[in-house]
């Protein structure tokens, strides 16, 4: 059965880093343009990061330009994101989506999700 499946997350102190991973079963992930979104309690989900498939381009939120860095393994089937200098701000439950589109809209609304693996900054 084709999935996602996400996995790196944890607990780390103001200033750390962390290193997730969006890891594809059962279908290439290098075909795909896939995204980290987050979502915190009581919040909307938002995407963070992405990478396209067509030609392996990449954009950020606002938010996390400059801290966090979207990258591909095709050998490893997964897309990884880098998240350096983490603030409490970045405490979510992480998501990774994929889609045949390069577009946040149609990452957002591709009903292809991983279950998500929690971040969590202390102060």
């Known amino acids: 059965q084709a999935r996602l499946e996400e996995s790196g997350g944890g607990l780390v102190q103001n200033g750390g880093s962390l290193r997730l991973s969006c890891t594809a079963f059962?279908?290439?992930?290098?075909?795909?343009?896939v995204g980290w979104f987050r979502q915190a309690p009581g919040k909307e989900r938002e995407g963070m990061a992405r990478?396209?498939?067509?030609?392996?381009?990449?954009d950020y939120a606002d938010s996390v330009k400059g801290r966090f860095t979207i990258s591909r393994d095709n050998a490893k089937n997964t897309v990884f994101l880098q998240m350096d200098s983490l603030k409490p701000e970045d405490t979510a439950l992480y998501s990774c989506?994929?889609?045949?589109?390069?577009?946040?809209?149609?990452?957002?609304?591709?009903?292809?999700w991983g279950l998500g693996t929690q971040v969590t900054v202390s102060s």
């Open positions: 989506a994929s889609s045949t589109y390069c577009d946040w809209t149609s990452l957002d609304t591709s009903g292809s």
């Open positions: 059962g279908f290439a992930l290098e075909e795909y343009t």
């Open positions: 990478i396209c498939s067509s030609d392996g381009s990449t």
